[in-house]
């Protein structure tokens, strides 16, 4: 579907990281995470919320990391195709 190539995944992983960043230590800590209450599990919100970001930022830098892996080998393979025809 995407090239070898492609961008997409470097944009995707970026713009993540941005969001994240924003809603941990910028305006969005301070509209929605800033609460002591409710509390999940026995630990205030304030902490829920940035372990919920820490979390979905390590799962999207697995899945960054998978997709252009994925592209890696791919190519690492049809060049060696490529070199066993010649």
Do not use: I
């Amino acid at each position: 579907m995407f090239g070898s190539r492609s961008k997409l995944p470097h944009y995707l992983f970026a713009g993540h990281a941005l969001v994240a960043a924003v809603c941990v230590v910028g305006p969005g800590y301070l509209w929605w995470g800033s609460n002591a209450r409710p509390f999940v599990l026995g630990l205030p919100w304030s902490l829920v919320w940035a372990l919920l970001w820490l979390v979905s930022v390590f799962v999207s830098l697995l899945l960054y990391e998978r997709w252009t892996r994925k592209g890696e080998v791919e190519r690492e393979r049809t060049e060696a195709a490529g070199k066993r025809d010649a």
